[in-house]
């Protein structure tokens, strides 16, 4: 039995174990003024989970403000910050709800397991604002790429997102694959998800009507995902009691299938008042949460749960993060029909409380009261921390050693050979041997998927209508210039979602850095968040939600901060989407944007020199909005028919993969492109793109870039069997391909 | 023509099968699992997927579901079944088709634009093509090696029972290159490679495999 309510009354003097469940002392003192007494140990398990870093966002939550106050006016918002994902309306009655979020540290302790849950619980937060997931996208970082640590933790990752999401039937349309050292032993593995819903569909997590149920269904709640708590169960039960629970959920994907499948035919039915997904801590979450989004309260039979192991106390119960369980809010006369609907997929749907006005969440076992708390104070009333942060003693010092005293290759045969171990260098070549562990065909609305700039999905059979989605992030200008290093990330985004055909709407951010207990790493945060706030109010695009990772230190030394950004974007017909690949012989090769001799944390300083230092490309957002302007005229006017961003790895890594792609090859002349010719091919200068452009479309072109006043330089032609830069050097196709295809193949089998 | 597409619990490319179906001309019908009518379609399609999760071997648990009595005694009666990838392992586990599927060769799943050749048109979901002719298809599997002993290997072999092979390199360990086969009838075929995913040029890396579906409504209903 579990201490109730009436005991904790009796006996203030009860040591409890707040420390232990990473609770500060002020924040147990205010514990015990909330409630007028200590908390049960049901209580302090719930008030510990709620409160802890990755649920309260208590360092983030100042900075985060931002985003709303510095949101850009938009019609598109159908949903903001808050909910369980944000919602844009992309026209035609359709809106479109995408989240990205991290589960890095499982994912380092369990590869496989930590992946694929993160997978799973993403799609999850889709799923409970009534939408159909559907695509999802990982963008991952690891340490050095020859690390032994790296070669357990890659592919356990990649094997974990596949075997997941392809078992769910979403396609994975892109993502990113990047190595430093910094992520040695903090990897990053984030997670993104699509899903669209007709406006009148959309659902939010409430839980109002006295009287109405409170339906748990999908898997029985096991002992998995509890960690720290288990501390509670060792204090209060005798030594027969399991203590040992792992951290780390597992997942079931094909749990997760059947509860799609059911939950849309649920919202299809109009079954559901409110409807929560059950991620971090669980049922303490999604109870508190829905109860205090209600208008009222709340009492669960906690007894009633269905368990995988009938051993779990109450307050595991209450922490447990099994997965695939979701939590439903059900008019009582429509709850024969919800249950039909569940028994049909075979999903355990089981009624575990009853909304009520008592403005208390109260949790019975067995008759007894082991919780009565005010939900609120559970689920949002949190402590909010104004972490101390300052500018790092190093910060000047790492802006001051600029690469350009590293030596650069200026002969031909020195700029071939720079070239070609470029392209094969673990952050730039070919990421196909993650990839094609990815379903990417599956629902069969799959425009665009990796390598293309951007994934786009078609929403509409029948008038066209898409999406397009891309993410990026760069930690080491981030780490150069935290402000510039966020706006960036969201500058390539942009960028990436433009040049794919698609007019940009909003954004969804993963914020991962060190302690925040580190003035210096609060510094990046606060400096990241504020750059993103501002740079996404210049360019008119919301951000909508996502998640905030901490912690993702070894000792003293935090990763890059990596500010990882997703822009969603529309496409009103996906019939006119851009390619990045050349596709035929004799097209003009253009180059939009202007490039300058920017190569501080750039790839080449990285991967050649090993180097970081000087300042990250300089920021420029008008020029971003003007160059995404022009390709979505571009675009619509059928100029191009193929676009490809440069970014990572300068002009020379854009072309490669533009002749790549479709094995179409390109001659061009870099002299009118910037000083010389390393830097006109390897600096990362940005708002810049490649096109190719039909002989005859070539002066249309240049009158719209012109009036969008985006520079043109033209490079040269599509064609032949080789990459050629005039009196510079030339490489032929295949040797470019076994290049930028062998490298993943050598590191990982 | 009504062509019925089977949807297990665990079935993900059921709705591109009917997409399929629909674009080739024909009117696709959603058969349940639990459901043992066939409701009078012409033919049927097993689609892929990972049907009950396939945590057991590939399709062993779908072979006992409600649906299958009947369509297994409709394919002996000779009504056209296809079954794509995870429909194909339960073809094979309904012993409606020889041999079984494991594990890819190199453990990892794989998803590809793969190039067949169509060796046998003699059934009725391959008559639309030329024999020899190339196609290029998605292949996506985790388990998708094909395997059956030497003696049914040259009994298919020998009556022309191997539908498509595998061109350019075999991507998953399949016993000489067989990407898919039919019954001696030649109205069930099962292949691991999925035409429903070439349909259509925007989401596909060809429109190759609307040809399946073609040949069987011209064989259903000769148009």
New interface residues.
């Given amino acids: 039995m579990s201490e109730t309510v009436k005991h904790a009354e009796t006996t203030p003097e009860v040591q409890q174990p707040w420390r232990e469940l990473g609770l500060k002392e002020d924040e147990y003192a205010r514990i015990r003024e909330i409630l007028g007494r200590r908390p049960t140990s049901a209580e302090l398990a719930m008030y510990s989970v709620m409160w802890s870093e990755h649920c309260s966002y208590k360092s983030s939550k100042l900075h985060l403000a931002q985003f709303g106050q510095k949101a850009p006016k938009t019609d598109a918002l159908l949903v903001g910050i808050g909910e369980n994902a944000g919602v844009v309306d992309i026209g035609q009655g359709w809106a479109v709800t995408f989240k990205v979020e991290s589960h890095n540290h499982p994912s380092y302790v369990e590869p496989y397991q930590g992946a694929a849950t993160g997978v799973g619980g993403i799609v999850r937060d889709i799923m409970s604002m009534g939408a159909r997931p559907v695509a999802v996208m990982d963008p991952l970082r690891f340490g050095p790429a020859d690390a032994e640590d790296t070669r357990r933790v890659l592919p356990g990752v990649v094997?974990g997102i596949?075997?997941y999401g392809?078992?769910?039937?979403l396609p994975n349309i892109g993502g990113e694959v990047v190595f430093d050292p910094s992520y040695a032993g903090n990897p990053l593995v984030n997670a993104l998800c699509v899903g669209v819903v007709r406006h009148e569909d959309i659902k939010l997590a409430f839980a109002s009507g006295r009287g109405n149920l409170i339906v748990l269904f999908g898997a029985a709640t096991g002992g998995d995902g509890i960690g720290g708590v288990s501390v509670l169960a060792s204090e209060t039960f005798d030594d027969a009691h399991p203590t040992k629970r792992p951290a780390v959920q597992v997942g079931?994907?094909?749990?997760e299938?059947?509860l799609i499948e059911c939950c849309l035919e649920v919202f299809a039915a109009d079954l559901v008042v409110g409807i929560q997904d059950l991620g971090g801590a669980g049922l303490s979450c999604a109870t508190s949460e829905l109860a205090s989004a209600g208008d009222g309260g709340m009492t669960v039979w906690l007894d009633r749960v269905p368990l995988r192991d009938s051993s779990l106390a109450p307050e595991e119960i209450l922490m447990s993060e099994s997965q695939e369980r979701m939590c439903a809010v059900v008019e009582p006369a429509k709850l024969d029909a919800f249950l039909d609907i569940c028994a049909k997929?075979?999903v355990l749907a089981t009624v575990i409380g009853e909304v009520d006005d008592s403005g208390r969440l109260t949790v019975q076992w067995h008759g007894d009261t082991i919780v009565d708390v005010p939900p609120r104070s559970v689920a949002h009333d949190g402590p909010v921390y104004e972490r101390p942060f300052a500018r790092p003693s190093w910060q000047d010092a790492l802006q001051a050693d600029d690469p350009s005293s590293l030596p650069r290759p200026t002969s031909g045969d020195e700029l071939r050979a720079t070239l070609l171990q470029m392209v094969a260098a673990p952050n730039l070549a070919s990421k196909s041997w993650v990839?094609?562990?990815?379903?990417?065909?599956?629902?069969?609305?799959?425009?665009l998927a990796q390598p293309e700039d951007a994934g786009v999905i078609?929403v509409d059979?029948e008038t066209h209508l898409g999406v397009a989605l891309a993410t990026d992030g760069n930690g080491r200008f981030a780490k150069l210039d935290p402000y510039a290093g966020a706006q960036l990330a969201l500058s390539e985004a942009y960028r990436n979602v433009a040049v794919s055909g698609a007019r940009p709407l909003a954004v969804t951010d993963c914020l991962n850095f060190g302690s925040p207990e580190d003035p210096d790493v609060m510094w990046q945060f606060a400096e990241a968040t504020r750059g993103l706030a501002d740079a996404c109010l210049e360019l008119g695009v919301p951000v909508t939600g996502g998640n905030v990772s901490f912690y993702n230190q070894t000792g003293d030394a935090a990763i890059n901060p990596t500010p990882v950004v997703g822009v969603l974007g529309v496409v009103a017909d996906?019939?006119r989407r851009v390619p990045i690949g050349f596709g035929a012989a004799d097209e003009v090769v253009l180059l939009l944007g202007e490039a300058r001799d920017e190569l501080g944390g750039s790839e080449w300083a990285h991967h050649v020199h090993g180097h970081l230092g000087g300042l990250p490309p300089r920021v420029d957002l008008a020029a971003e909005k003007a160059l995404g302007a022009l390709m979505a005229a571009a675009a619509d006017d059928g100029l191009v028919t193929a676009a490809h961003d440069v970014s990572d790895g300068g002009l020379a890594q854009t072309l490669v993969e533009m002749v790549l792609r479709r094995g179409v090859g390109a001659s061009v002349t870099v002299d009118d492109v910037a000083g010389d010719a390393f830097v006109a091919l390897f600096a990362e200068s940005v708002a810049r793109a490649v096109v190719a452009v039909p002989a005859d479309r070539v002066a249309d072109l240049e009158a719209s870039a012109s009036s969008y006043g985006v520079p043109v330089t033209r490079l040269g032609n599509t064609g032949g069997e080789t990459l050629v830069v005039q009196g510079v050097l030339t490489v032929a196709v295949d040797e470019l391909r076994a290049a930028h295809e062998g490298t993943f193949p050598a590191l990982f089998g | 023509m009504r062509v019925g597409v089977v949807t297990f619990?665990?079935s993900?490319?059921d709705?591109?099968a009917r997409?399929a179906v629909r674009l080739a001309g024909a009117e696709p019908v959603a058969l349940w699992h639990a459901d043992a009518d066939l409701h009078g379609v012409d033919a049927v399609v097993l689609p892929?997927?990972?049907s009950?999760?396939?945590?057991l071997r590939c399709g062993a648990i779908a072979r006992f579901a409600p649906v299958m009595e009947p369509l297994v005694e409709a394919a002996h009666g000779g009504l056209p079944v296809l079954g794509i990838c995870n429909g194909f392992q339960v073809l094979c586990e309904s012993h409606l088709l020889p041999g079984a599927l494991i594990r890819n060769d190199h453990r990892?799943?794989?998803?590809?634009d793969q190039a067949l050749v169509v060796e046998s048109t003699a059934t009725v979901w391959t008559s639309g093509y030329a024999t020899g002719q190339r196609i290029v298809v998605?292949l996506?599997n985790?388990e998708g090696g094909y395997v059956a002993d030497e003696k049914t290997l040259d009994g298919l072999e020998a009556e022309g029972r191997v539908v498509v092979r595998y061109a350019g390199g075999n991507p998953n360990g399949s016993y000489r290159d067989i990407a898919g086969i039919s019954n001696e009838r030649g109205n069930v075929v099962g292949l691991m490679p999925?035409p429903?995913?070439a349909v259509?040029d925007?989401?596909?890396p060809s429109t190759d495999g609307l040809t399946f579906f073609t040949s069987a409504l011209k064989a259903v209903v000769g148009v």
Avoid: I, S
């Fill in positions: 094997a596949g075997g392809n078992c769910l039937g079931d994907p094909f749990m299938k059947v997929w075979d990839t094609d562990q990815y379903d990417r065909y599956v629902l069969g609305n799959t425009v078609r059979d996906v019939r | 619990p665990g993900l490319d709705a591109d997409r892929g997927g990972f009950y999760g396939d945590y990892k799943f794989n998803c590809v998605p996506k985790g999925h429903e995913h259509e925007l989401t596909g």
